[in-house]
């Protein structure tokens, strides 16, 4: 038979449901909020960082700079507009900037942008062909490890693409692309896209027979890397005539998590404010456990029971309670997160699904435990003054 | 005159002192609740190694208070009090929690329990609290006391859904089955009937067979059970 404290301890909670789940439904939900907005936090941050990556400045057409940068570099956002590639190819020949990778989009496949560019964007991301090969001729696409997993494309298919980036009403039924290649999953923004040549972009939208002219080609924007640092302050002066501008990735995304940043801070606060309450409902159920319960560790004293034993039972009630209001926060927050990322797969494509605990996570849950053990350390220390002639009398 | 002083050693080193001979032995003991209370004194009496004694006395004697001098919650303010070779006034708090566990089994005059175990659980509990674990050998045991006193069918029931002499029987098993040297039994028929304070009365003798017992009470009903009998009086005001 086994009897130990922490079964005891047990037993104690489970007689108690209603006060149990009080305690542990407002713990889970405190730590659950607590490490859902770190986890959200850290994998938004991580997507961002992961996508900027060595791209200095993105040159675009006039507009919100913000608009710009989600569009370009991250792909969640609609373009600002286009540009002249004759126009956009002289700033990337400006001394200050080393080189520039062309985009060029405006249809899309099922939701999934068909983005014209050269090899330099995949080799930017170091993504890796997985079969096939890198697009060459116009028409010939290789896609993204997201887009052959959900679209369930194989090499040799083929597929119409739809103007716009999300409608499929307008269809190029004239044109066909084939899959040459797939790419490797690399986590950033690749995997969820379809790339071709910049001249599929284009001759799509020719008439049967039209021929392009090549000095009015456009295109959506140039991801730019700088030579030097004085670009930042030099390019946009350059274009302060045209109908281009340049915005910082950095800077844009650092002001876009500023602004969430006010929401998140009460988020926070909320989600504190709901584990003090959780630890004083810790507190006042071990604390009235010593009142309603005090016939039972006087008549533990009289069987054998020490004080300290007493005192480690409701210490182990508290720290039970602690931890699995604790562990289910933790299962709580990947739920949420699991159903986040599913709404923003379905909206951006993106995943958020790294289920693993961050430090920081390590960092609450011993936090929790700790102050949760301390909340009921306190009342409990009143079974050690217990005094049993007295408590045994008043029945 | 070298038989007598190996007589005499003998009889130093072989033969203990009484109060180690008798399993509760008390002398002289007096007690007072606070300074303000009424000293109250209690006859000195013995109770030998399976030997029967009653306290008598109505209420207000002090009987409870005398019971729990004995068990040592209480600490006499004079006088001295052995149980089971314990020196009651003078051992520590903690070894006294340990030697209740171990040496002495208590029947309340209201049968508390732990009310989140199960009645075989609250059996077992002095055994996990003075050893940290439950002997092999005690579920055996358990069943065939239960067995014997009526109440197998209840021993995963809880307890507050037991009657009332159900949980007293309970309670006695609990007292016993760790075999402790002392019994000390407060006021076990109070809440009986006739019939049923004579049985529980039988019941205590049987399974305490081998053990000192003690019984506190004002039931005149069983006051000619044991011939050892001392009757407490109300404190002088």
């Known amino acids: 038979m086994k009897l130990g404290s922490t079964y005891q301890a047990w037993r104690n909670l489970r007689a108690k449901p209603l006060q149990t789940a009080l305690s542990l439904a407002l713990l889970a939900f405190g730590v659950g909020m607590v490490s859902l907005m770190l986890l959200t936090e850290k994998q938004v941050n991580d997507a961002f960082e992961r996508n900027i990556k060595d791209i200095d400045l993105v040159l675009g057409a006039k507009g919100s700079p913000l608009q710009l940068i989600l569009a370009n570099v991250y792909h969640i956002d609609a373009p600002t507009g286009n540009i002249l590639l004759s126009e956009a190819q002289k700033v990337v020949r400006h001394p200050y900037i080393e080189s520039g990778i062309p985009l060029a989009y405006g249809d899309n496949h099922e939701g999934y942008r068909i983005v014209g560019t050269e090899h330099s964007y995949a080799e930017h991301y170091g993504v890796e062909v997985a079969q096939g090969k890198l697009w060459e001729a116009p028409f010939e696409a290789t896609v993204g490890s997201k887009v052959a997993q959900a679209l369930e494309l194989t090499l040799g298919d083929t597929f119409y693409s739809a103007h716009g980036l999300t409608d499929q009403t307008d269809i190029h039924k004239d044109k066909v692309f084939t899959v040459v290649g797939i790419l490797e999953p690399s986590q950033s923004v690749v995997d969820q896209l379809i790339l071709t040549p910049m001249q599929s972009i ?40 045209s109908n281009m501008q340049v915005a910082l990735p950095a800077i844009e995304v650092n002001r876009m998590t500023q602004q969430f940043g006010l929401g998140t ?22 604390l009235d456990n010593i009142r309603s319960r005090r016939h039972e560790l006087a008549l533990m ?8 034993t007493l005192y480690l039972l409701l210490l182990q009630e508290g720290g039970l309670l602690s931890l699995v209001g604790t562990g289910m926060g933790l299962l709580l927050s990947r739920m949420g997160l699991w159903t986040l990322s599913n709404l923003v797969e379905q909206q951006f494509h993106y995943e958020l699904a790294e289920m693993a605990l961050l430090p920081s996570e390590w960092m609450l849950a011993a936090a929790a435990i700790g102050v949760g053990l301390l909340a009921s350390a306190v009342p409990a220390r009143g079974s050690l003054r217990l005094d049993i002639s007295q408590t045994l009398r008043e029945s | 005159m070298n038989v007598v002083l190996v007589v005499r050693s003998y009889v130093q080193w072989h033969i203990p002192p009484a109060y180690l001979r008798n399993m509760v032995n008390i002398q002289g003991v007096k007690f007072q609740y606070g300074t303000n209370g009424a000293a109250m004194a209690f006859p000195d009496f013995q109770c030998e190694p399976g030997g029967r004694m009653l306290l008598l006395g109505s209420s207000g004697t002090g009987k409870t208070t005398l019971l729990h001098l004995l068990c040592g919650m209480l600490r006499p303010t004079s006088g001295e009090v052995h149980v089971a070779g314990k020196h009651v006034a003078s051992a520590s708090d903690r070894d006294l929690d340990v030697w209740r566990g171990q040496s002495l089994g208590i029947v309340f005059q209201q049968a508390h329990f732990v009310h989140s175990l199960t009645v075989e659980e609250n059996l077992a509990l002095p055994h996990q609290l003075t050893h940290g674990h439950v002997p092999t050998d005690l579920p055996g045991r358990m069943d065939s006391m239960l067995e014997r006193l009526d109440i197998a069918h209840r021993s995963h029931a809880f307890p507050h859904e037991l009657s009332v002499g159900e949980q007293q029987r309970a309670s006695i098993a609990r007292a016993l089955l760790h075999r402790p040297q002392v019994v000390f039994a407060d006021e076990p028929t109070s809440a009986l009937d006739d019939a049923n304070a004579h049985a529980v009365m039988d019941l205590l003798d049987r399974e305490a067979a081998d053990a000192a017992l003690v019984v506190v009470t004002h039931d005149q009903r069983i006051r000619d059970r044991y011939p050892n009998c001392v009757t407490l009086h109300r404190p002088a005001p």
């Open chain 1, 301 to 308: 004293r009289t069987m054998g029971g020490t004080p300290r």
């Open chain 1, 202 to 241: 284009w001759d799509v939208h020719l008439k049967e027979g039209e021929v392009g002219d090549p000095s009015a080609r456009e295109i959506t924007a140039m991801l730019l890397k700088k030579r030097n640092p004085l670009a930042v302050l030099t390019i946009p002066n350059t274009l302060r005539e």
């Open chain 1, 265 to 286: 801070a009460a988020l926070r606060a909320i989600a504190m404010l709901i584990m003090a309450l959780s630890f004083a409902s810790i507190f006042i159920s071990v």
